[in-house]
């Protein structure tokens, strides 16, 4: 049975760091990239970072470089997105998505047609 399982989220302040975890079951993990989703209040879920099939390749949003950083362990079948100095905006419900990845190409753009997505957590970035 195919699962993404996202956890880490929580309350942290801004300045803040916080690590998402994705758990991912039911698929052949190495030959699927992992993206990294959000969603805040009023707004449309927008892609925050993706990393390729084998972790070759990362891709972010422009709101997030140098603050956020996806990494993978193929042998726990575990995606991670290291947030660091939060800010008010990063606030929203985060969720992770898999797609085959045959050449080892996916980005954020074409993360979106991702064809399995975890149910998403929580994160709340306020003082």
């Known amino acids: 049975q195919l699962q993404l399982v996202e956890s880490g989220g929580g309350l942290v302040q801004p300045g803040g760091s916080l690590r998402l975890s994705c758990a991912v079951s039911g698929i052949t993990f190495h030959n699927h990239a992992i993206g990294w989703f959000r969603q805040a209040p009023g707004k449309e879920r927008e892609g925050v970072s993706c990393i390729t099939r084998r972790g070759g390749s990362t891709t972010y949003a422009d709101s997030v470089k140098g603050r956020f950083t996806i990494s993978r362990d193929n042998a726990k079948n575990t995606v991670y997105l290291q947030m660091n100095s939060l800010k008010a905006e990063d606030t929203g419900i985060y969720y992770c998505?898999?797609?085959?990845?045959?050449?080892?190409?996916?980005?954020?753009?074409?993360?979106?047609?991702?064809?399995?997505w975890g149910q998403g957590t929580q994160v709340t970035v306020s003082s």
């Open positions: 998505a898999a797609r085959w990845d045959p050449l080892g190409a996916i980005t954020i753009a074409t993360m979106k047609a991702a064809g399995y």
